[in-house]
């Protein structure tokens, strides 16, 4: 499977999975049920990650995924570890028909989306050629996210420095607020702290 594998189709390790879990834990640590959302499960093993650490929440979670052979996988691990799972195979750039979120989580596939008459409903839509998929899926996540949600998302090293890159900061700049976290000692200089409602 090492070798064969396509890039996009890696599932997430699970020191990244308990990484991702730590930062929801301390995001939602005053809420006792959450709703969340994978709009690329693969395998499921990013998911049931956070699931499997975050034992002290009611956890109701949705999955999409475009192949059917992973989301097969995941539903097959879902059933193993008796996660409560909604599996939805689909495109996710396509229309969802699932309510609004507080967590909305992802390894995000990293390329160009085909689709481009789909590409042009979003803001983040290339002005010539394919657009990028990862930008498209940040954005179908913001859209699938509560207000006062949060969105957890493995990104590319170049995310902010592609040529793409302005209208994602303009975008994340009108749509969300960047939250950093810091665990040195309170009250900390180095973190910018936010208003509550984020
Ligand atoms: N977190 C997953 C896991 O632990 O297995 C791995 C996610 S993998 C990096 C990205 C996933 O996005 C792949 O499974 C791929 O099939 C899926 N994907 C790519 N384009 C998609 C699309 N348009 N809609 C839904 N899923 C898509």
């Known amino acids: 499977m090492q070798q064969s594998v396509q890039p996009n189709h890696h599932m997430t390790p699970d020191a990244v999975g308990m990484f991702v879990s730590y930062l929801v834990g301390k995001f939602t640590k005053d809420q006792k049920e959450i709703v969340m959302l994978d709009p690329a499960i693969g395998t499921g093993n990013l998911l049931f990650a956070i699931m499997n650490q975050l034992t002290d929440k009611n956890i109701a979670s949705y999955g999409v995924e475009i192949d059917e052979t992973l989301i097969r996988l995941a539903y097959a691990g879902a059933n193993l570890q ?5 599996f939805f195979n ?12 507080d967590v909305v989580v992802s390894d995000l ?14 803001e983040l839509k290339a002005d010539k050629g394919h657009s990028y998929a990862h930008h498209l899926f940040i ?20 995310l902010f420095v592609s040529e793409e890159a302005p209208k994602l900061n303009d975008f994340l700049k009108k749509h969300t607020h960047i939250k950093g976290w810091c665990n040195c000692r309170f009250p900390c200089s180095r973190v910018k702290r936010l208003p509550k409602a984020s």
């Open 82 to 86: 008796e996660h409560p799972l909604e």
């Open 139 to 158: 954005e179908q996540g913001v859209k699938h996210a509560k207000d006062g949600g949060h969105l957890f998302f493995i990104v590319p090293n170049n």
């Open 109 to 122: 596939p990293i390329g160009y989306y085909p689709n481009d008459v789909r590409a042009v409903e979003y």
């Open 90 to 101: 689909q495109d996710s750039l396509e229309p969802l028909f699932i309510d609004p979120s």
